[in-house]
């Protein structure tokens, strides 16, 4: 409709008319807007709308995410930050299983060192006992008396160190049988005397026998007491076994 086909009092509206007609039409554009609009909107222009829990997300230069690139370094970090913990650890443990088998090990050899002290002066003071011992046996040189008594234990001594058998009972049975204990005794009247060798001393022993069977270390005379006593104990061992087993002359 053209503005020549509208009629000549509408054109002719007052003022008060035209701010009339204004009104209306404001009206009727913001229910027009209200209607086109969701029926949450209203809540929405009086409640801020919540935060997005996502993160949030720029483009790097490369167009990659950002954030993802931040998250993989911080991982790497914390990966690191591990490995370097966990390899302090490895060290200090090392060290400290070092320092303890070098411990052991000196305790070990000091161990080791006083056992082989100790051994060494054990053997040490034994030596020394075998040597004092050695030397008091030397120093005390056996003592017989000069009788019967002495010149029997004297033979024995004699007679142990040559390995001829023989006791104090046999020994002093047969010289008191022989001689009566009288080391100067002399068979002058027997075969043997008859013969020229006759029997002498405290077993009555002739001179080939003596001289046969003459025990080393003793002097060589038949009346000497403790020679008479072993060649004839030597004799007698030789002939019957021991001195023991005569009960006569022999």
């Given at each position: 409709?053209?503005?020549?086909?509208?009629?000549?009092?509408?054109?002719?509206?007052?003022?008060?008319?035209?701010?009339?007609?204004?009104?209306?039409?404001?009206?009727?554009a913001a229910a027009l807007s209200l209607s086109l609009v969701p029926g949450h909107a209203a809540e929405a222009e009086t409640e801020p709308q919540a935060l997005s829990a996502a993160p949030v997300v720029f483009a790097s230069a490369a167009g990659a995410p950002q954030a993802k690139t931040?998250?993989?370094?911080?991982?790497?970090?914390?990966?690191?930050?591990?490995?370097?913990?966990?390899?302090?650890?490895?060290?200090?443990?090392?060290?400290?299983?070092?320092?303890?088998e070098k411990a052991e090990a000196v305790a070990k050899a000091k161990k080791a060192k006083a056992k082989a002290h100790a051994k060494a002066k054990a053997h040490k003071?034994?030596?020394?006992?075998?040597?004092?011992?050695?030397?008091r046996s030397e120093s005390r040189t056996a003592v017989y008396g000069n009788n019967l008594d002495g010149w029997i234990k004297e033979s024995?001594?004699?007679m142990k160190a040559k390995g001829i058998p023989g006791t104090y009972d046999g020994l002093h049975r047969n010289i008191i049988r022989e001689s009566s204990g009288n080391p100067r005794a002399i068979n002058?009247?027997?075969?043997?005397a008859v013969n020229g060798v006759p029997s002498k001393g405290l077993l009555q022993i002739i001179k080939p026998t003596f001289d046969a069977y003459h025990v080393g270390g003793t002097p060589h005379d038949q009346y000497d007491p403790v020679a008479n006593i072993t060649a004839s104990a030597n004799y007698a061992a030789?002939?019957?076994?021991?001195?023991?087993?005569?009960?006569?002359?022999y």
């Open positions: 409709m053209s503005a020549s086909s509208i009629p000549g009092r509408l054109r002719r509206l007052n003022k008060t008319q035209k701010l009339s007609a204004a009104g209306i039409s404001a009206v009727a931040i998250q993989n370094s911080i991982i790497e970090q914390h990966s690191t930050a591990e490995q370097l913990v966990k390899a302090a650890d490895a060290a200090k443990a090392k060290k400290a299983a070092a320092v303890k003071a034994a030596a020394k006992r075998g040597h004092q011992a050695a030397s024995l001594a004699i002058d009247w027997d075969v043997n030789d002939k019957y076994g021991s001195i023991d087993n005569v009960n006569s002359a």
